[in-house]
T-cell receptor
Framework: KNEVEQSPQNLTAQEGEFITINCSYS?????LHWLQQHPGGGIVSLFM???GKKKHGRLIATINIQEKHSSLHITASHPRDSAVYIC???????????FGTGTRLAVRP | GAVVSQHPSWVICKSGTSVKIECRSL??????MFWYRQFPKQSLMLMAT?????????EQGVEKDKFLINHASLTLSTLTVTSAHPEDSSFYIC???????????FGPGTRLTVT
């Protein structure tokens, strides 16, 4: 079993829909990253959080340390949100990231 | 957020040649840089961690003599793929961090194709 699990693996949504991507982890962490990777390959760091909730524009990330679970929400989704979303856990024991397998999101106009 | 650049963005080379990829942090001092490779539709795999001025720490299964990493300054790390073979064709991504516990900022990646 992977230390970081994401669901769903693939997600298709209609423009305007509210989207949730989930991430569960089984190790102790100091922080969790949400990353976005577009088809060209470049990776953008969306959030790094260790507790509570962060918001940036239409994106919201939450984390529940006790339940070892994080969610990424996209409000009013748009086709330009189509990308692979990756959660990555920064283990308490070091500075390496452990990556989930990614969620491939397609938003249709 | 902070900016990390990679050069080149893509490269095609012949089997047996060596290729150097640069990773630069443009607006902060990167104590630690990480090198990843990613195969199509797979997640990132950490190859090595480099700290400025010291030898890189390689992950299990990564040949240090094949993937030479140099982190000579706080803003530059290089990855040299020596004697490249077609199986080395991949997407190579670096990230940079100001230190343990700091956020990692990712470069745009370098697509290497070995013919």
């Amino acid at each position: 079993k992977n230390e970081v699990e994401q669901s769903p693996q693939n997600l298709t949504a209609q423009e305007g829909e509210f989207i949730t991507i989930n991430c569960s982890y089984s190790v102790g962490i100091s922080a969790l990253h949400w990353l976005q990777q577009h088809p060209g390959g470049g990776i953008v760091s969306l959030f790094m959080l260790s507790s509570g909730k962060k918001k940036h524009g239409r994106l919201i990330a939450t984390i529940n340390i006790q339940e070892k679970h994080s969610s990424l929400h996209i409000t009013a989704s748009h086709p330009r949100d189509s990308a692979v979303y990756i959660c990555a856990a920064l283990k308490s024991s070091g500075d390496k990231l452990t990556f989930g397998t990614g969620t491939r999101l397609a938003v249709r106009p | 957020g902070a900016v990390v650049s990679q050069h080149p963005s893509w490269v095609i080379c012949k089997s047996g040649t060596s290729v150097k990829i640069e990773c630069r942090s443009l607006d902060f001092q990167a104590t630690t840089m990480f090198w990843y490779r990613q195969f199509p539709k797979q997640s990132l795999m950490l190859m090595a961690t480099s700290n400025e001025g010291s030898k890189a720490t390689y992950e299990q299964g990564v040949e240090k003599d094949k993937f030479l990493i140099n982190h000579a300054s706080l803003t530059l790390s290089t990855l040299t793929v020596t004697s490249a073979h077609p199986e080395d064709s991949s997407f190579y991504i670096c990230s940079a961090s100001g230190g343990a516990g700091y956020e990692q900022y990712f470069g745009p990646g370098t697509r290497l194709t070995v013919t």
